[in-house]
């Protein structure tokens, strides 16, 4: 008896709480560019910080694992998540029809619209008419990208691609650009509220196509990965639930990011 006990014991440790039991130990891989302000970036010492940074460690402490963050540029998050570089990318990334071919979502963790910017007094007009001749940086295969591709050019913009926006900015600030078209809150806190957004301005209305921008910004999974997207979607709502998001939110922004 006393030997069948401990063989259903056994066996017990190793069905029952697997998950339990792996909880300590489970790594995932958080695929991030730190690059843009306040969501990430790098502070003076190197550390990654800001609003995706902090949100995605709540997350994982939400969800009991630990996070380990893998930095890569933009353009490579997708195709570094498909081959297990990483596990997941959190890093202001649009929920958009066209990624969901290639990567599964969470539900939105927050939401912007898109804006460009120019040199401030410019009148673009809300059809975007007065882009007819101007350079507009966007960066590389993003959203933006494929927005100034399909809608900028065929009104006569010159459509100019960087590998990221701090690239763009130096160029507008050198001449070299005419505008940008990016996230409203990221053109706000990276460029405007800085001394290298001094005399550019929001021209033109905002943009919100969603055949473009997508229903917000969520984690990107591999496809087929639908246990962490549910374990995503759970902490997320929890993370709001308790008050946790809003207390990041108010580290960085004065308004709710999280929209209605």
Known sequence: MKIQAVFIGMALTFT????????????LKIGI?????????????????????EIGNALCAEMQIKCQWIEQ???GLIPALKVKKVDAILSS???????????????????SPARLVMKSGTQIGDDLSGLSGKRIGVQRSSIHDRFATETLAPKGAEIVRYTSQNEIYLDMNSGRLDGTVADQI???????KLPAGHGFAFAGPQLTDPKYFGNGIGIALR???????????????????????QAINAKYFDFDVYGQ
């Open 223 to 245: 496809k087929g990965d639908t246990p962490y997207v549910q374990r995503f979607n759970d902490a997320i709502k929890a993370l709001r639930a308790k008050g946790i998001y």
């Open 73 to 75: 540029e933009y353009d």
């Open 186 to 192: 990221i053109l706000s806190e990276s460029l405007l």
């Open 16 to 27: 029952l709480p697997l998950s339990m039991a792996q909880a300590a130990d489970e790594t």
């Open 93 to 111: 990334m649009s929920i958009t029809e066209e990624r969901k071919k290639s990567v599964d979502f969470t539900d939105r963790y927050y939401q």
């Open 33 to 53: 560019e730190a690059a843009y302000p306040p969501f990430a970036s790098k502070s003076p010492n190197g550390e990654i910080v800001g609003f995706d940074y």
